[in-house]
């Protein structure tokens, strides 16, 4: 299993693909069809500028942004508004089209929350990654005890199942609900690589099914669905990308890697 190496850059092993990141928070530039670029989950103002900065530096067209995000959580969707003042054309996950018609999104509670405590350590931390993310919630996206979805300019589309990606057309969409209800990924079939969001995490070198859920019965239906596809690189929205036999070693959803410290063993104990 091959882990990605900070020291290599921004590109994620040899792919057409820059990863630009603060704490925890991963974005990814797609380089697509056309010099068109695809950036997916902008969702700090900090990592979308990286990204700005990384599509610049490739020469990319700056006029030809295609901005689409994994889901309508903040921390995915937080810079997309910058963008939008760069000219990309947005895009949003199916579900949300129902979110912005009034339907309150479904978010887990405080006790589900903790279970994605092991991810807090697996990037170096970053105290403006709070603050940005704080500030961002005030007027876009969900999280927490969200009751509605915020979004302050109308998307120029919307993701849906099976489709293509708009401005990279090799790469499929697909709906992964469990750890919220509007979530996807994104599957490039030919280079066998996943963006997966929040659907799958990856922690110490391993890919984990996200524990962080809504709804049992989808995240075990979306498991089972990704565990079939022929993945070697993949891409996860909170921590690193790593390379090689993903499923061989992945944690499900309902498993929990080995809890070090005090603290550790009791938040495991606890969001059982």
Request: glycine share 8%.
């Amino acid at each position: 299993m091959a882990k990605y190496n900070a020291n290599d850059g921004v590109r994620v092993f040899n792919l057409p693909i820059h990863r630009s990141s603060t704490w925890i928070f991963n974005c990814y530039a797609i380089e697509g069809d056309d010099g068109q670029t695809v950036l997916v989950d902008p969702g700090l103002l900090s990592t979308t500028q990286q990204a700005l900065r990384h599509v610049h530096s490739l020469g990319r067209d700056p006029t030809r942004l295609h901005s689409i995000c994994t889901h309508g959580h903040v921390d995915h969707v937080g810079g997309m508004p910058l963008l939008q003042t760069h000219g990309a054309r947005t895009y949003l996950p199916a579900r949300c089209e129902r979110y912005l018609a009034g339907e309150a999104p479904r978010t887990f509670s405080s006790r589900t929350a903790l279970r994605f405590f092991p991810m807090v350590g697996q990037q170096p931390f970053a105290l403006s990654s709070l603050a940005e993310l704080a500030k961002a919630s005030r007027s876009i996206g969900f999280a927490g005890s969200s009751k509605f979805f915020q979004f302050p300019f109308p998307p120029d589309g919307f993701l849906e199942e099976g489709t293509a990606l708009p401005g990279a057309k090799e790469w499929q969409v697909l709906s992964v609900p469990g750890h919220s209800d509007d979530s996807t990924c994104f599957y490039h079939a030919a280079s066998r690589t996943l963006v997966s969001g929040d659907a799958v995490l990856t922690h110490n070198g391993r890919a984990w099914f996200n524990p962080e859920i809504v709804d049992a019965d989808a995240s075990a239906q979306t498991e089972e669905r990704l565990r079939a596809l022929d993945v070697e690189h993949l891409l996860p929205g909170h921590g690193l990308p790593i390379s090689g036999a993903i499923w061989k070693t992945a944690l499900s959803f309902h498993e929990r890697p080995q809890a070090r410290g005090l603290v550790a063993r009791c938040l495991r104990r606890i969001s059982k």
